[in-house]
């Protein structure tokens, strides 16, 4: 039974909501469509910003040479997924899930309009405005999703699947529109249409707030109103601390651009650390909450290897496209940022596949640790699909045909599918109960510690050679899947209920 099915509490959706989206809860048509343009405005974003960071300064771009604008790039996707630690926490002991969602929406919304203003200063003010509301979005939503099933559920996986579609379509066509904008106006007006896209989601998330599940305005785990208080306090009062320190050591010169992707780097890899020890030393984690806290650190793993790979589509793969693959198809010319979206059109095509195939095999689909397996040799296998366009040739002047960039990214598509939709449902049930929101945000943190590790690799681009580039990354990632598949036996018998 879903959660939707007793109708009795007033902060669950109607009963009737229970099978009215493709027999999934209605509720997620509205966390879908929020996703939509969220995933619009953001990969619709990230797939012009790299190419606006190279670009020279008389074109509108910032002039960074490739290897470094890849690395700042990453480094803002690290400080993105970084933040949703924070996101959590304060849904659950604050907000609620519902509230720090809308907030964080109307952050984002800010940060594109913010860069939309063509000065370098306001750029940097709306990535930062972007990260603190995609910290407070991304890990909530997710956890959202969830509280539309129950644990024993079999569709909750087809409907992960179905709203990891609905993240798709945003990633498909955002890429297009903001891409022909960046190429055809400027980049800011790329921009510009980030801003709306995240607009239209808001409009949407409150229109249809009725058919969520758990949309109390309390937080679940709310702090008693004193220590709230001083909680509020002191995040405002770290928030401008940080900002002064920040300011001051970047005026003396010491916090240099290099230094600040560093410092991101080294935080990505000891906030996860830290997260795993205080929940499993919790005394508000069970002792059965905490044996299945152990398999998720390999999935943990698998998904920081598998999304190096895949955060990579808009950084290292663009710089590559627009430098060394055609862009045309059946002779038709576009952006060379439009390659990001062949990746969210693989992703809209097979997610629907993937959730028909789940719901059909039922109690007899693959487990869950396999499946997010399978995805990270799928990412292995798509850079060392790059291996052969880019090998034996006598200088870097040479143009790749445009299907070795899509049958990369169709690769890529398919194994992001079977990793985030198995690993975001496992995530909702393998977390500790205290720990709801702030489980799915360390999830997250996968994703920041895979872009804090990109941040740093990315910086041999174009300092090796392509194949040595791509070739090493991608037989590390397939390494890693078939370890994974390697302790699938000690996995299927830690993760119970997680099938």
Known sequence: MSHTATGTDPAQPPPEDDHAFFGQPRGLMTLSGLEVWE?????????ILVLFFADQVSDGGLGMDPGTAASVSAAYGTLVYLVSVAGGWLADRILGSYRAVLYGGILIACGHYAMAVPTATMTWVGLGLISAGTGLLKPNVASMVGKLYGTEDDRRDAGFALYYMGINIGAFVGPLVTGWLGEHASWHWGFSAAAFGMTLGLIQYVAGRRHLAGRKHAAEYALAPGPMRR???MIMAGIVLVALVATALALAGWLTMDRFVDVLTLVSVIAPVVYFVVMFRSPRVTPEERGRLR???????????????????????????STNARAEIFGFHFPASWYASALGAFEVALAPVVAAV????GPRQPHASNKIAIGVILGGLSFLLM???TSGHADETYKMAAWWIVGSYLLLGLGDILLETSGMSATTKLAPKAFASQTMALWFLSLALANGIQAQVVKLYGEVSNPAYFGVNGAIAVAAGVAVIAAAPWLRRTMHPVH
């Open 295 to 321: 398999p998720y650190v390999v999935l943990f793993l698998a998904s920081v290897v598998f999304n190096f790979i895949l955060f990579q589509a808009y950084s290292t793969m663009i710089l590559l496209a």
């Open 358 to 361: 789940w719901a059909r095999m």
């Open 39 to 47: 995933r619009f405005s953001f990969l619709g974003m990230q797939a």
């Open 231 to 233: 909680a509020a306090l």
């Open 387 to 389: 291996v052969l366009p």
